[in-house]
């Protein structure tokens, strides 16, 4: 049995600025961690003459063609493999519809299954590039590249979207020392709400394709945001981060009428009174996770969790996309 393993992933500052609709244009930068939450994928032989799929529905079909479920139907295509006596099962560590790019990790870990299937390596940067290619170029979901780009590499990740389609990644020139800081001082909870990341982000790429001015000039100020959250934990000063967070949430409201709640607000406002510095919704908005940083954990863990909060510990991943 192949067991593949692909991590979720927060982002720290930039996020939005990582769709096709904005950087193709101008340029996008969006600062990521990989965190110790992950999707696996499950794949193996059976003497079956099907192609077996087990993940939130069970799919027995006789050909790559007859499956439902686009992902895995287009990455067998991609890849040539045809079955049938083939099974692929997925499970995650938190559900899809978080905010935590899911579906970029399980395209990854897919992907890295069926080139081990077929004996064949893949550098983290093609795995991403190709998990972008289904989801972007052959499924047209209106959605971002930092998910597929974090979860391949791994790690706390700086990413600079080019116009030109090309993606440089960077690890942060940081001690170690303000890494494990980092790391402590995030606190997340789930709001309780779901959704999928495409309705949200859709306003978003809709208006910048027509070049909505507002919507324009809020990504530029994201992406400032992002190149200002880099140098503030490059240099150590995460309270400064803190504050960052707060300002980006400000403008990432502005986005989407979809993008909060009045129950997000009122937990925000909470957090904020309980020693959160600044925090935001984790991904396109809309529900999932909260991140907050704060120098005060106990205090505002208490906060959060006498509001029904549920806190998910956070560590960073620093292996990627992997073969188990």
Same mark, same amino acid.
């Given at each position: 049995?192949?067991? #593949?393993?692909s @991590?979720?992933?927060?982002?720290?500052?930039?996020?939005?600025?990582?769709? @096709?609709?904005?950087? !193709?244009?101008?340029?996008?930068?969006?600062?990521?961690?990989?965190?110790?939450?992950?999707?696996?994928?499950?794949?193996?032989?059976?003497?079956?003459?099907?192609?077996?799929? !087990?993940?939130?529905?069970?799919? =027995?079909?006789?050909?790559?063609?007859?499956?439902?479920h686009?992902?895995? =139907? *287009?990455?067998?295509?991609?890849?040539?493999?045809?079955? @049938?006596?083939?099974?692929?099962s997925?499970?995650?560590?938190?559900?899809?519809?978080?905010?935590?790019?899911?579906?970029?990790?399980?395209?990854?870990?897919?992907?890295?299954?069926?080139?081990?299937?077929?004996?064949?390596?893949?550098?983290p940067? +093609?795995?991403?590039?190709?998990?972008?290619h289904?989801?972007?170029?052959l499924?047209?979901?209106?959605?971002?590249?930092?998910?597929?780009?974090?979860?391949?590499?791994?790690?706390?990740?700086?990413?600079?979207? !080019?116009?030109?389609?090309?993606?440089?990644?960077k690890?942060?020139?940081?001690?170690e020392?303000?890494?494990?800081?980092?790391?402590?001082?995030?606190?997340?909870?789930?709001?309780?709400?779901?959704?999928a990341?495409?309705?949200?982000?859709?306003?978003?790429?809709? !208006?910048?394709?027509?070049?909505?001015?507002?919507?324009? +000039?809020?990504?530029?100020?994201?992406r *400032?945001?992002?190149? =200002?959250?880099r140098?503030?934990?490059?240099?150590?000063?995460?309270?400064?981060?803190?504050?960052?967070?707060?300002?980006?949430?400000l403008?990432?409201?502005?986005?989407s009428?979809?993008?909060?709640? @009045?129950?997000?607000?009122?937990?925000?406002?909470?957090?904020?009174?309980?020693g #959160?510095?600044?925090?935001?919704?984790i991904?396109?908005?809309?529900?999932?996770f909260l991140?907050?940083?704060?120098? *005060?954990?106990?205090?505002? =863990? #208490?906060?959060l969790?006498?509001?029904?909060?549920?806190e998910?510990?956070?560590?960073?991943?620093?292996?990627?996309t992997k073969?188990?």
């Amino acid at each position: 049995m192949i067991i #593949a393993r692909s @991590p979720l992933r927060i982002s720290l500052g930039g996020g939005g600025t990582d769709l @096709p609709s904005y950087y !193709r244009a101008h340029g996008g930068f969006v600062l990521s961690a990989a965190i110790t939450q992950y999707v696996y994928v499950t794949m193996q032989r059976t003497p079956l003459k099907e192609i077996l799929l !087990r993940y939130s529905h069970i799919e =027995r079909v006789k050909t790559v063609a007859e499956i439902k479920h686009p992902i895995v =139907r *287009e990455a067998l295509k991609l890849t040539g493999i045809e079955g @049938p006596n083939i099974e692929i099962s997925t499970l995650a560590d938190i559900p899809a519809g978080t905010g935590l790019g899911s579906s970029g990790s399980f395209a990854t870990a897919l992907l890295k299954a069926l080139y081990k299937y077929k004996r064949n390596f893949i550098h983290p940067r +093609d795995l991403a590039e190709m998990a972008c290619h289904i989801e972007l170029d052959l499924l047209k979901e209106p959605i971002g590249k930092q998910d597929q780009y974090i979860a391949a590499y791994g790690g706390v990740t700086a990413f600079e979207f !080019r116009t030109d389609g090309s993606v440089d990644a960077k690890s942060l020139n940081v001690s170690e020392d303000t890494i494990d800081l980092l790391e402590d001082n995030l606190v997340m909870v789930s709001t309780g709400y779901y959704r999928a990341a495409s309705s949200v982000l859709k306003e978003q790429d809709d !208006r910048s394709k027509s070049n909505d001015q507002e919507m324009i +000039d809020n990504l530029h100020r994201v992406r *400032e945001l992002g190149y =200002r959250t880099r140098e503030a934990i490059e240099t150590g000063n995460l309270a400064a981060y803190g504050q960052i967070m707060h300002e980006h949430w400000l403008h990432k409201k502005k986005r989407s009428s979809a993008m909060s709640n @009045p129950d997000i607000d009122a937990w925000y406002d909470l957090a904020l009174a309980n020693g #959160a510095i600044g925090g935001k919704l984790i991904g396109a908005g809309g529900g999932g996770f909260l991140l907050f940083y704060t120098e *005060e954990k106990a205090k505002l =863990r #208490a906060a959060l969790k006498q509001a029904g909060l549920m806190e998910v510990k956070l560590g960073f991943d620093f292996e990627g996309t992997k073969i188990l």
